[in-house]
């Protein structure tokens, strides 16, 4: 049976939940839901299980904190022999606007801890799916914004997004990453919420 990997990233703690650094452990927690998976406190973070047309599907939330999420991904990977190329790694990026969204197949952890950190571990050839949080914050404060918590609209603005990921997901694990970003990128690049509020 082939096997997948989606980490969401984020730090584990109470202090940390529903922050935009966090924004990975809340699409997982997404798709959780909606598949009813159950996520168990396991080595290096919260797995949970799940099959999709006979694949497995292993989700994946971290508890090493940010800047050490490699050593959970590269045990789960190696725990559970999935070859690389079915690794989906989602993460929040400041460079994005908030509820847009970019998958891609490798590249550079565009200065992200997290992905700094897997990269420096198995390298950049792997799936990722970047989550935009804005930067909507003063110079200097980019640490203070993304460990703050998402405001009631912004939740609302992203919370589209978060559902719409979900779908995405599936497509990762059943089409392949090419067939999934060539379906979705184009969805991503205006935040899901401004297409709404066009439509209204």
């Known amino acids: 049976m082939d096997k997948y990997l989606i980490v969401g990233l984020g730090n584990p703690g109470d202090e940390y939940a529903e922050t935009r650094h966090n924004t ?3 699409v997982l927690d997404a798709f959780a839901k909606a598949s009813n ?24 939330k971290p508890t090493t904190f940010m ?45 992200h801890n997290g992905l700094g950190h897997i990269q420096q571990l198995i390298g950049q050839n792997y799936a990722r799916l970047r989550m935009g949080i804005g930067n909507d914050y003063p110079v200097g404060s980019q640490i203070d914004h993304v460990l703050g918590r998402f405001s009631t609209e912004e939740r609302e603005h992203l919370q589209p997004t978060i559902d719409l990921t979900v779908d995405i997901i599936k497509s990762f694990v059943l089409a392949g990453v090419d067939v999934t970003m060539n379906q979705y990128n184009k969805l991503g690049k205006t935040p899901v919420w401004q297409k709404q509020t066009k439509q209204e």
């Open 24 to 26: 990975g452990f809340m």
């Open 67 to 111: 800047n050490l999420s490699g050593n959970a991904v590269r045990y789960w990977l190696n725990q559970e022999n999935i070859d690389q190329s079915r690794l989906l790694v989602v993460s929040d990026d400041v460079a994005l606007p908030l509820g847009s969204f970019r998958l891609k197949g490798n590249g550079s952890n565009g200065g």
């Open 37 to 60: 998976i159950v996520f168990a406190d396991r080595r290096y973070g919260f797995v949970g299980e799940t099959s999709l047309k006979g694949r497995k599907v292993f989700l994946l």
